[in-house]
């Protein structure tokens, strides 16, 4: 059954999120008019986006965001809806008492990093700042909540009314930000790290770098072959490759060497790979291209997936410029400093850019948590992080999501500090095949 959406104006704002509630998220057919008589001679499902409801139906009060073309900072106010923690309240008179399209443009299209706030150390937003931690949200796919929510109230009002929702999908994902702890890094690099270990007192670390370059055992990091046969199973996983020059934050085997050609081979023939951009990449298009076609030059594939480094984004900049580059699919829509939902939602969407107030054709796949953030940042062990994972997983599963999570050849490696964390990613992936097997679909 076809949705029809009145509202008096249509703007880009209303058509782009109003399509990805009910198109990406439900898999059902919208149409959206400004029509008042089309609107009052439907005889189907009826929304009302409007000061006053056309006719029986469901009636949404807008925000005035929804019409503005800037960007402005908005009084943000929390209640609770139907036991959901909600914002822009528009009418208790209305079936929804607040303007759940303009929530839902808010988070997605992350409305509030567009206005001025204060950089953590590298730069970024930080979690605490976002409107999901202040609201109590964060580690909610609030968006796809409410969207359920809304569901139940048209089946209300419309019993045959019949969603089409996608399936739930878990997707690993590997950065390789330092391919091999010891080996193919030059005889310079070796020197000055061998002697770091010695004047910090790391003997073990010492010992660990001399049986490597000796070649009487196998590098830390080098923990592929154990990896692809872990991830047989899983496809879609993907591999993002960081190949920009060395500096403090860059500090891959540098891509001009055979030893890392050889690898990113190896992964390429098993799984799929992405660019990982490197730090300063970010507001620089000339970097990321010379970055994308190092990687395309070895596989000699068009690379179309990519996440930055360190999870920097400065919007809408980083985004334009991947658009520019053939870039088709980004993951990096999360934060380093917390597990949950930066955007709100667990479905992936299109950039909206609201600079120029327009769509762009690439689609943002937001992941929920990565193993440094669990460790470093969130100071759990690996069974806490195995918990918190899972219960994540599971508010994903049952609004029909995708989840993304993030590792770390360094953390897959179990040597000190990461001990036990080399078991978190094969009891993850365990328990998410169970949870499949025991809830198929048909």
Not at 3 to 32: A, N, S
Not at 231 to 246: A, E, M, R, S
Not at 340 to 357: L, Q, S, V
Request: net charge positive.
């Amino acid at each position: 059954m076809d949705i029809l959406v009145y509202t008096q104006r249509l703007t880009p704002r209303v058509d782009y999120t109003i399509r990805f509630i009910f198109e990406d998220i439900l898999g059902v057919r919208v149409r959206i008019t400004s029509s008042y008589s089309e609107a009052k001679l439907h005889c189907g499902v009826l929304v009302s986006y409007c000061m006053l409801a056309v006719k029986d139906g469901i009636h949404i009060v807008p925000h005035n965001l929804m019409i503005e073309d800037s960007v402005e900072r908005q009084k943000i106010e929390f209640f609770k809806w139907e036991e959901l923690p909600a914002f822009f309240k528009t009418s208790k008179e209305a079936d929804i008492p607040f303007d759940l399209f303009a929530a839902v443009f808010f988070l997605i299209t992350r409305y509030e990093e567009y206005l001025l706030f204060e950089p953590d150390k590298h730069n970024r937003f930080a979690s605490d700042q976002s409107v999901a931690s202040l609201g109590g949200f964060l580690y909610e796919p609030i968006v796809d909540q409410w969207t359920y929510k809304l569901v139940k109230k048209i089946q209300d009002k419309f019993p045959s009314f019949k969603i089409n929702p996608k399936r739930f999908e878990f997707i690993p994902t590997i950065d390789v930000d330092n391919a091999y702890a010891y080996q193919h890094k030059g005889v310079g690099r070796a020197i000055l790290g061998t002697l770091r270990s010695l004047f910090t007192l790391r003997f073990s670390d010492v010992t660990n770098r001399i049986i490597v370059y000796l070649n009487l055992k196998k590098d830390p990091f080098d923990i592929y072959e154990s990896a692809f046969t872990l991830l047989k199973d899983w496809p879609k996983t993907i591999w993002f490759i960081l190949v920009g020059k060395n500096g403090r934050y860059d500090r891959n085997i540098p891509v001009q060497q055979y030893e890392m050609q050889s690898l990113i081979h190896r992964i390429g023939d098993k799984f799929k790979v992405g660019i990982h951009p490197s730090y300063y990449s970010g507001t620089s298009y000339d970097r990321v291209k010379l970055e994308i076609n190092d990687i395309a030059r070895i596989l000699n594939v068009n690379i179309k997936q990519s996440r930055q480094h360190y999870l920097r984004i400065f919007l809408p900049t980083t985004y334009s410029n991947l658009v520019l580059l053939g870039i088709k699919e980004d993951y990096s829509m999360g934060y380093s400093d917390s597990i949950g939902f930066r955007a709100g939602t667990c479905t992936p969407f299109k950039f909206y850019n609201i600079r120029e107030e327009k769509v762009l054709d690439l689609k943002i796949i937001p992941f929920q948590t990565m193993d440094y953030t669990l460790c470093e940042q969130m100071r759990m062990n690996p069974l806490e992080a195995l918990n918190s994972i899972m219960n994540l997983v599971d508010k994903v599963y049952k609004v029909n999501g995708t989840f993304v999570s993030i590792w770390h050849n360094e953390y897959m490696s179990g040597i000190a500090p990461w001990k036990g964390w080399e078991l978190l990613m094969p009891l993850v992936l365990e328990k998410v095949k169970r949870l499949q097997s025991d809830n198929p679909v048909y």
